[in-house]
């Protein structure tokens, strides 16, 4: 017998703010199946006010509020069973960042969870990439948002550890990444893949997708070191409305996707790894996951 469960994720990023609505696919002495059913993206870059303010402006506090309001009706109208809405590094860095979950909990009906650094790396590390990796074989896994940078080492299919890193397109397209904190992320992944033998990069983030989807590479198939130094390359070259013509990109992509690709590459020279998986998972699915199997606790929706 099958029954289908719907669940909600919401990920208010430093870049931007997203809902996905998955089914989930229970059945008799089966695999349970996890399947997007909606995704939807809105681009508020809330990192833009905070890292160089330390707080959310007034505009976009009300951006936020519509857009809480508008994820909740969706979600209504999908019949979501239970959803969970989690703030990242600028709504955790925000001098007014609890003051704004209290306005869109009242507002919009929606309860946020502002999660730590740690939090979000296991969250992210629950996703479930059991069908993209070989468990024989040892990953770094690299996601990259705008105000932080999550990696988790994975051995065997077991996350052993993992560090958040305030290193970000969003802080880097406004300067705000200080060589110290670039000298951290090397030390830490450089130890932590210390004593593992061939190390491979999993890359997760919209940046990552989207050049993935430029590389035309087969599902499955890896980026590898040389591709995507020859893409930095050639993204040097091209104009911020070269980006969004010639490539197709988004604005709020068009000025981001260089330095996300700058932060992938260190990963993979850091660890020495040849190659970068792209499996199209982040912090919602894990959400998801996180939300069946009890391991967060979630939202009824009123």
């Not at 860095?93 to 306005?103: L, P, R, T």
Request: charged content about 25%.
């Amino acid at each position: 017998m099958l029954t289908i469960r719907k669940f909600g994720a919401i990920d208010i990023g430093s870049n931007a703010v997203r809902l996905l609505i998955a089914n989930i696919l229970e059945r008799d002495n089966e695999l349970t199946l996890f399947r997007k059913s909606s995704l939807v993206r809105v681009p508020i870059r809330l990192g833009a006010d905070v890292f160089s303010n330390n707080k959310i402006s007034i505009n976009n506090i009300k951006r936020l509020e519509d857009t809480m309001l508008a994820f909740h009706l969706i979600m209504k109208s999908h019949g979501v069973e239970q959803y969970k809405a989690c703030a990242t590094s600028a709504m955790r860095e925000a001098e007014n960042g609890q003051e704004v979950v209290n306005i869109i909990n009242e507002r919009s009906n929606i309860e946020i969870e502002i999660i730590d650094g740690e939090q979000e790396a296991t969250i992210i590390a629950a996703t479930d990439i059991s069908n993209f990796i070989d468990t024989d074989k040892t990953y770094l896994y690299a996601d990259v948002g705008g105000g932080s940078t999550e990696f988790s080492i994975i051995h065997q299919g077991i996350k052993k550890n993992s560090y958040s890193f305030k290193i970000g397109t969003v802080r880097l397209l406004n300067n705000l990444v200080d060589q110290s904190e670039w000298d951290l992320a090397k030390k830490w992944v450089s130890e932590a893949v210390a004593g593992y033998d061939r190390i491979e990069v999993i890359g997760s983030g919209g940046n990552i997708n989207k050049i993935f989807k430029i590389s035309g590479k087969p599902i499955g198939e890896p980026l590898t070191y040389f591709y995507l130094t020859s893409f930095y390359e050639d993204l040097k070259r091209y104009s911020y409305e070269d980006l969004i013509i010639d490539l197709g990109l988004n604005q709020d992509r068009a000025d981001v996707i260089l330095h996300a690709t700058r932060i992938y590459l260190s990963a993979m020279k850091w660890s020495q790894a040849k190659h970068i998986y792209v499996p199209k998972i982040g912090l919602s699915d894990g959400i998801i996951k996180s939300l069946y199997y009890e391991t967060i606790i979630g939202k009824s929706l009123d």
